[in-house]
C-alpha cells in the first residue's frame, strides 16, 4: 500500500507551466530519492505537498485520504514534515525551546511547564540514539546536531513522511554518516522519507526508490539498484549531458602566490605557491584546514604565523579590504550567508565589491554599469531576465555566476574558490568547470576547495590534500585519484609528496 500517491499534477505561475502532469509515489519505510536539476519543479512539487502552493490540477492522497489542497495544518496534520535546506532553527532559543516552538506543554494558568517539555526532549533524542542535551543553547550545536534536531521536530510532530532538501550540505564525513544511520533506523521503525539532493554517492548509498523531473515534467522512476549514476544523469539533464573529461594542460606564467610556513585557525605550517594560470585543487576531510586557509589568504580569519606573498608582496597581516585592493576574490563555501544579499538586484550584487575598492570612481553610473553586467551575462552565461530583478530570484547555478561576476568585476587575478559547486545541479556544474578552465587559460590563478575528487579531476593540474591541518600531499593532475587521495585525506599515507 501507497503511503503517499501524487496523480497527474500541474501548476503554473503567470502562465508558465512549473509542473507538467507529475506524479510520485512513496510507500511506508522507503526512502525516495526526488532528483532533477535546479528548476526542474521538486521544489514546487514539495511546497504543493506540504501545503505552501495551490495544485492547479491532479490530487494528492496521503495515508489513504485525500490530502486538501493548499493547507499547510493539513499536511502538517496528516504527518507529512519538510526539513528545508536552510534550516529553521532559532539560534537563541535553547533546543527543547525550538523543538516545542507554537506546542509548548502548559500548566495552570497558561504557565510553560519547563520541566516537562525538557524531559519529553530528553526522550525522543534517547530514542533518536543521539547525545544533545535539551538545555544547550541552539545556535552552540555543530550543524550536524543542527540537522538532527530539525529531525526531531519533525518526528515530534509524529510525522510519517520527511522531506529532505539537500540535508548534508553543511555537515562534514563523520556528521553525514551518523545522520544516514539515523535516517536508516527510523526508515525501520516505518517513517518514509523523500530524499532531495544532487550528490550521486549519497544517492546511491541512502535511497531505495528514485523519480526523476526535467523542465516540469516527469521523466523516470524506479528501483536504485536497478540503474546507475551516468543513466540517472542522462534523465536529468537530458540529451545534452557529457561526462568527458573538460581538463586541459596549459602553459603557466610566473609565481604569483607563495604562503611559508603559514599557521591559523585549525591548520599549521602550510607551504605552496602558484603560478599565474594554474588551478590548484585543496581536498580533505571536512575539518581539515583547507576552508581556513583560504579564508586566511583573503583576511577573513587571522594569521597567526607564517607569511602570505602575492605578487612579491608578503604580508604577515592580512585584511578583506587589502586583499581585494591586490587582486584576490573569494567565493565563500556559504552563498546564503556569506555571498548573496538578497534583497539587492542582480546588477547592485555584482558591482557592490569594485566599488568598495575603487575609491577612483565613487559615483555609480548606471548606464556604465548596465554594460559591464550585460558583458559579464553573456560571457559567463547567466541565465537571468532583468538586471534589477533580485539575485534570488536565480537558481543556485545562476547565483553563483553572479559572485563570480563579482570578482571578476574588481579585476581579481587570484580567485580562491570554497566549494564553489554546492548545492549546484550537475549541469550547472559542467558549466562552472568549463567557466573556470577558460578563466585559467586567460591568465586567471585559481584555487578551488572541494571534497569531491571527481570535480578535482576535470579541472585541477595538482592537489593539495589537507589532513589535521596538515598539507600531507601534493599530487600532480595524472596522479588525482579518489582512492590515493581518500588515503592521504584519512591519513592512511602520511609524509608529503611532491
Not at 544533545?132 to 519533525?154: M, R, S, W
Not at 580533505?284 to 583576511?299: H, P, R, Y
Request: hydrophobic content about 40%.
Amino acid at each position: 500500500m501507497e503511503l503517499l500517491k501524487m496523480q497527474h499534477i500541474t501548476k503554473s505561475f503567470f502562465g508558465v507551466k512549473v509542473l507538467d502532469d507529475v506524479s510520485l509515489t512513496v510507500k511506508p519505510g522507503e526512502i525516495h530519492a526526488l532528483l532533477g536539476e535546479n528548476g526542474a519543479g521538486k521544489s514546487t512539487l514539495m511546497n504543493i505537498l506540504s501545503g505552501v502552493y495551490t495544485r492547479d490540477e491532479g490530487t494528492v492522497t496521503f495515508d489513504g485520504k485525500d490530502l486538501p489542497n493548499g493547507s499547510i495544518s493539513a499536511s502538517e496534520a496528516a504527518g507529512i514534515a519538510f526539513v528545508h535546506q536552510e534550516l529553521n532553527i532559532f539560534n537563541d532559543l535553547k533546543v527543547y525551546e525550538n523543538l516545542f516552538l507554537t506546542k509548548e506543554i502548559t500548566g495552570k494558568g497558561g504557565k510553560l511547564n519547563k520541566k516537562a517539555m525538557i524531559d519529553e526532549a530528553q526522550r525522543l533524542f534517547d530514542e533518536m540514539g543521539v547525545p544533545i542535551d535539551p538545555n544547550a543553547l541552539a545556535g552552540e550545536l555543530v550543524a550536524g546536531a543542527k540537522q538532527v534536531l530539525e529531525i526531531a521536530k519533525a518526528l515530534h510532530s509524529k510525522a510519517k513522511l520527511i522531506i529532505l532538501d539537500e540535508p548534508t550540505t553543511a555537515l562534514n564525513n563523520s556528521e553525514i554518516e551518523h545522520f544516514f544511520g539515523l535516517i536508516r533506523s527510523l526508515k525501520e521503525k516505518g517513517t518514509a522519507f523523500i530524499f532531495i539532493s544532487h550528490k550521486m554517492p549519497e544517492i546511491f548509498a541512502l535511497a531505495d526508490e528514485y523519480t526523476v523531473l526535467r523542465n516540469a515534467r516527469f521523466i523516470s522512476t524506479g528501483r536504485i539498484a536497478d540503474t546507475n549514476a551516468e543513466k540517472i544523469t542522462r534523465d536529468m539533464v537530458g540529451e545534452t549531458y557529457s561526462n568527458e573529461e573538460v581538463y586541459e594542460q596549459r602553459g603557466l606564467g610566473d609565481v604569483v602566490l607563495k604562503v611559508e610556513g603559514l599557521t591559523g585557525r585549525g591548520f599549521e605550517n602550510v607551504s605552496f605557491e602558484i603560478r599565474k594560470g594554474e588551478i590548484i585543487g585543496f581536498t580533505g576531510l571536512q575539518g581539515a584546514g583547507c576552508s581556513e586557509v583560504l579564508q586566511t589568504i583573503f583576511g577573513a580569519l587571522p594569521i597567526a604565523g607564517g607569511t602570505v606573498t602575492i605578487n612579491g608582496t608578503s604580508m604577515t597581516k592580512e585584511t578583506i579590504h587589502s586583499a581585494m585592493v591586490r587582486g584576490v576574490g573569494m567565493i565563500p563555501a556559504n552563498r546564503k550567508e556569506n555571498s548573496v544579499i538578497p534583497d539587492m538586484t542582480l546588477l547592485e550584487n555584482t558591482y557592490i565589491s569594485r566599488h568598495t575598492i575603487d575609491t577612483r570612481n565613487p559615483s555609480i553610473s548606471r548606464k556604465g554599469e548596465q554594460k559591464r553586467f550585460d558583458s559579464f551575462r553573456e560571457k559567463l552565461n547567466i541565465k537571468a531576465n532583468r538586471s534589477d530583478d533580485l539575485i534570488v530570484s536565480l537558481s543556485g547555478g545562476n547565483q553563483q555566476k553572479i559572485i563570480l561576476a563579482r570578482w571578476l568585476d574588481t579585476e581579481a587575478k587570484i580567485l580562491l574558490m570554497d566549494n564553489p559547486t554546492q548545492g549546484i545541479d550537475v549541469g550547472a556544474k559542467e558549466e562552472i568547470y568549463r567557466l573556470i578552465l577558460k578563466l585559467a587559460e586567460a591568465g586567471q590563478t585559481i584555487i578551488v576547495n572541494t571534497l569531491e575528487i571527481p570535480e578535482l579531476k576535470k579541472i585541477a593540474d595538482r592537489c593539495i590534500v589537507f589532513y589535521h591541518g596538515n598539507v600531507v600531499a601534493d599530487l600532480p593532475h595524472s596522479e588525482i585519484e579518489e582512492g590515493k587521495v581518500m588515503m592521504y585525506s584519512t591519513g592512511a599515507l602520511g609524509g608529503t609528496e611532491a
